[in-house]
């Protein structure tokens, strides 16, 4: 079965800090891999995506992701953190075959960033 | 386009009462899912259509639970009767199905409180 590990529930790093989400994932075929992110009362925003090609992808506000294949992961990096990165980051894999299919989403890292 | 819309934001209903959620999709997307949003349990997918027919409502919690698509524009989600359990942050997200087309777009969300 498909499914999305997100190891970190809750993150804190200080503003101008790195910073590395981890998310693993168990599918069977090629995945389609999804970083979103969500602010309080607010709906999820795609951060960036991954299906094929460079293993390394850009998104937006400064965001990047690593696909390694033989470590089942697709970890969410940004190299200095902005105050209002703090948010909650969801991983997802997008278990698709064909023209349907359905995304499926980890538990989440809320990201606080100290002034 | 205006997004993944949703109706209504917010729900406050006693127990008991039936609860029916609203989304309207992105025009164009012809697949739709229905995600529930809670601290204990993450996102829980409940059920996706795809071309307007259910195809996986394995995530549905209870009879209790039940979504339609009658067209291509507008899906709905029903409680009868609420529990307060249900309370949540209901999602609605919506897919063009095609070759690059992956990612899922969210609409705000419905909290669904159930006192």
Redesign the interface.
Known sequence: AQSVTQPDIHITVSEGASLELRCNYSYGATP?L?W?VQSPG?????LL?Y?SGDTLVQGIKGFEAEFKRSQSSFNLRKPSVHWSDAAEY?CAV?A?SG??????????TTLQVKP | DAG?IQSPRHEVTEMGQEVTLRCKPISGH??L?W?RQTMMR??E?LI?F?NNVP??DSGMPEDRFSAKMPNASFSTLKIQPSEPRDSAVY?C?S?A??KGN????????TRLTVV
């Open positions: 389609y999804f979103y607010q709906g999820l925003q795609l995506k299906f969801f997008g698709y023209n349907t299919g359905k995304l499926i989403f980890g538990q989440g | 993944v012809n697949s899912f995600y993450g996102l997918l996706y795809n195809i996986d999602f997200a897919r199905t095609g992956t990612e899922a777009f969210f609409g705000q969300g």
